[in-house]
């Protein structure tokens, strides 16, 4: 399973795969694989570095 960001309001979720719709501002919007893969998350399921517009 995948954490993905909403690119408009910024919004979490971890799926397998984004919808088409934000659960939360209610748009059709890109959402952003932030799940980590790098060390540097210390065993946080997403990136901090990785950010949403909202």
């Given at each position: 399973?995948?954490?993905?960001?909403?690119d408009?309001c910024?919004?979490?979720?971890?799926?397998d795969?984004?919808?088409?719709?934000?659960?939360?501002?209610?748009?059709?919007?890109s959402?952003?694989?932030n799940s980590?893969?790098?060390?540097?998350?210390?065993?946080?399921?997403?990136d901090?570095?990785?950010?949403?517009?909202?």
């Open positions: 399973m995948a954490s993905w960001i909403c408009k910024g919004y979490n979720l971890e799926a795969k984004p919808p088409e719709k934000c659960p939360s501002c209610n748009q059709e919007c959402f952003v694989d980590c893969y790098t060390p540097d998350c210390a065993g946080k399921p997403n901090p570095q990785i950010k949403g517009e909202g």
